[in-house]
């Protein structure tokens, strides 16, 4: 599914906007700054809009963290200060509140979609005796939620899990698959890949930092993925692979 788009998360989009389909901003910052979903809207009414929150972290500058209570807080992650693992087992009492609120909150500030990142974490050091089966649990709860609020949601990375998760999940947002050769199903040994969402009608939109566009977009387009070249901090810089 061919779909142009931005992923821009270390700031706010700013006018004049980049005549894409689809924007992928922070939840928070756009709620926050309380303008920015109607101004991307009123420029193109057919503008799909994502609002990223991180679903599988918590982050002490979100203006909920005080909800967060110590016990599901996990290891901290080392790329990212202020963050730490949460133990996503605990979905069904205090944590879930908190992801229903911000799925509340999302959809009442007019997104379509909804990416929740971090939700990998039993593959991860997290400080907890995560399983597979635990992440598959939270991973197709957080889905479910979102669907009933009307609002549509992307798998965010979790490459393994996505034969059990396709059913869930309406598009894949995926980070470096080209770099580490596991976007497809035939890279991951037939069992898993993001050309079985779109064997299935659904969007992938993927980026690479590292690689060249001459290294993964040849490949991307050939996948029918949507990939851009972007920098480390998402910032407004991209490079589409193809279209706009």
Same mark, same amino acid.
């Given at each position: 599914?061919? #779909?142009?788009?931005?992923?821009?998360?270390s700031?706010?989009? @700013?006018?004049? /906007?980049p005549?894409? %389909?689809m924007?992928?901003?922070?939840g928070?910052?756009?709620?926050?700054?309380?303008?920015?979903?109607?101004?991307?809207?009123a *420029?193109?009414?057919?503008?799909?809009?994502?609002?990223?929150?991180?679903?599988? #972290?918590?982050e002490?500058?979100?203006?909920?963290? $005080?909800?967060f209570?110590?016990? @599901?807080?996990?290891?901290?992650?080392?790329?990212?200060e202020?963050?730490?693992?949460?133990?996503?087992r605990a /979905?069904?009492?205090? !944590?879930?509140?908190?992801?229903?609120t +911000?799925?509340?909150?999302?959809?009442?500030?007019g997104? &379509?979609?909804?990416e929740p990142?971090? @939700?990998? *974490?039993?593959? =991860?050091?997290? $400080?907890?005796? !995560?399983?597979?089966? &635990? %992440?598959l649990?939270?991973?197709?709860?957080?889905a479910?939620?979102?669907?009933k +609020? *009307?609002?549509?949601?992307?798998l965010k =990375?979790?490459?393994? %899990?996505?034969?059990?998760?396709l059913p869930?999940?309406?598009?894949a947002?995926?980070?470096?698959?080209?770099?580490? #050769?596991?976007?497809? #199903?035939? %890279? =991951?040994?037939?069992d898993? *890949?993001?050309?079985?969402?779109?064997?299935?009608?659904k969007?992938?939109?993927?980026?690479?930092? &590292?690689?060249?566009?001459?290294?993964?977009?040849p490949?991307?387009?050939?996948?029918?993925? =949507?990939s851009?070249?972007k920098? /480390?901090?998402l $910032?407004?810089?991209? @490079?589409?692979?193809r279209?706009?």
């Amino acid at each position: 599914m061919k #779909t142009s788009w931005q992923w821009q998360l270390s700031s706010l989009p @700013v006018k004049p /906007y980049p005549n894409v %389909q689809m924007f992928d901003i922070d939840g928070f910052d756009a709620a926050e700054d309380g303008t920015i979903v109607a101004s991307l809207k009123a *420029g193109r009414p057919d503008r799909g809009l994502v609002c990223y929150i991180s679903a599988g #972290t918590f982050e002490d500058w979100r203006p909920d963290a $005080g909800r967060f209570p110590e016990e @599901v807080l996990g290891s901290p992650l080392e790329e990212w200060e202020g963050e730490r693992w949460l133990d996503v087992r605990a /979905y069904t009492s205090t !944590l879930g509140e908190i992801m229903k609120t +911000r799925l509340d909150m999302r959809k009442a500030a007019g997104f &379509d979609a909804v990416e929740p990142d971090n @939700v990998d *974490g039993y593959s =991860n050091d997290s $400080g907890f005796p !995560l399983r597979a089966a &635990d %992440q598959l649990a939270y991973n197709a709860w957080f889905a479910n939620e979102a669907h009933k +609020r *009307g609002v549509s949601v992307a798998l965010k =990375n979790d490459v393994a %899990q996505i034969p059990r998760l396709l059913p869930y999940f309406d598009f894949a947002v995926n980070e470096e698959c080209w770099q580490y #050769t596991e976007c497809t #199903t035939a %890279q =991951n040994g037939g069992d898993y *890949g993001y050309d079985q969402f779109v064997k299935a009608g659904k969007a992938v939109f993927q980026v690479e930092y &590292d690689l060249a566009p001459s290294a993964f977009c040849p490949r991307s387009n050939a996948q029918d993925f =949507n990939s851009l070249k972007k920098k /480390y901090e998402l $910032g407004a810089y991209r @490079v589409p692979c193809r279209g706009a």
